[in-house]
């Protein structure tokens, strides 16, 4: 197992699972412990975190349902500056069958902003599903909504769309549906037009592994973004560095403790689990007092 733990990491909570929905009873005892540890799936090796204050410089929650942490963030903030991306999409059951009402969500990303401030609220319209259910027309409409009930809460927004990994094709052709091909052009027509109505409302659209329209009025997206976490409270520490995760992606270096397969929300479209059937056994058997996930 690698113990090594050289300097103070930026923590990422998870890109692998909706810790906050689902294990904040888990994240709150390793935040307590001071230690997690996750499996890493390219080297196949076990890895011990340090969690302590003092070797965390910041955390990074990703969620479609901060309720569960909400009442904890007072307490979490005090030993360690974070920031929040809240995924807010405005799909139908068909495609996020357990997410709550995007209306409840906007709740809590504007307390989390009341709170704190719009720096700690990380907007992600993310993925882009076309599809019968979600036709293209339908997505400034979306957007627009969102965006003016968002308005003076956040100050990013990042947007992509969604990647046809096999596993997600299955899903949706067992729902009788399939993806829509939107040609590249299409794809940058419809981005300008939600950059437009983000910016009128003090958003600025980040294209997330995606490629952005020409001509630069559309920056790339950093999940992990060093401005935005200096902009939280980052502790200090050396200038952290680029650790893109796929092609497109601007993020740096953070250390992620989620697991694979872990995530009961039953989104069509998620690619870090293989099946729905495998992460709900899996959440039905997880102890809190668990040193990992996974």
């Known amino acids: 197992m690698d113990t090594h733990q050289p300097e103070p990491r930026v923590i990422s909570a998870s890109r692998r699972t909706d810790i906050p929905a689902h294990y904040t009873p888990w994240l709150l005892r390793r935040l307590r412990e001071g230690r997690c540890r996750y ?3 390219f ?3 076990w890895h011990e975190v340090d969690l302590r204050p003092e070797a965390v410089r910041a955390i990074v929650f990703w969620s479609k349902n901060l309720g569960p942490l909400l009442p904890h963030l007072d307490g979490i903030a005090g030993d360690y500056p974070f920031t929040c991306h809240l995924t807010i999409t405005g799909h139908p059951p068909l495609l996020e ?11 809590q990303a504007r307390e989390v902003a009341r709170r704190y401030s719009p720096h700690h609220v990380l907007w992600r319209f993310d993925p882009i599903v076309i599809t019968d259910a979600t036709p293209l027309h339908g997505v400034v409409e979306r957007f627009t909504r969102l965006a003016d009930a968002l ?5 990013i927004c990042s947007y992509s769309f969604v990647q046809e990994y096999r596993k997600v094709n299955a899903r949706l052709s067992a729902l009788g549906m399939a993806f829509e091909e939107i040609p590249l052009d299409t794809q940058h027509e419809l981005a300008l037009e939600l950059a437009e109505i983000a910016q009128q409302r003090e958003i600025e659209l980040r294209a997330c ?8 009025r559309i920056p790339q997206a950093r999940c992990i973004d060093p401005k935005v976490l200096a902009a939280v409270g980052m502790k200090p520490g050396p200038d952290l560095k680029r650790a893109s995760t796929r092609q497109g992606c601007g993020c740096y270096r953070s250390v992620d403790i989620g697991a ?11 690619y870090a689990t293989r099946g729905l059937d495998r992460a ?3 959440r039905q058997i997880h102890d809190p007092a668990a040193d990992s996930l996974g």
Not at 151 to 155: F, I, Q, V
Not at 260 to 270: A, E, K, M, N, R
């Open 39 to 41: 499996f890493h799936v």
């Open 43 to 45: 080297d196949r090796q």
């Open 97 to 107: 069958p357990t997410a709550q009402p995007p209306e409840e969500t906007v709740r």
């Open 151 to 155: 308005a003076g809460a956040t100050r």
């Open 209 to 216: 592994c995606v490629p952005a329209p020409p001509g630069g």
């Open 260 to 270: 694979y397969d872990t995530c009961p929300s039953g989104c069509v479209f998620c």
């Open 280 to 282: 709900q056994r899996y």
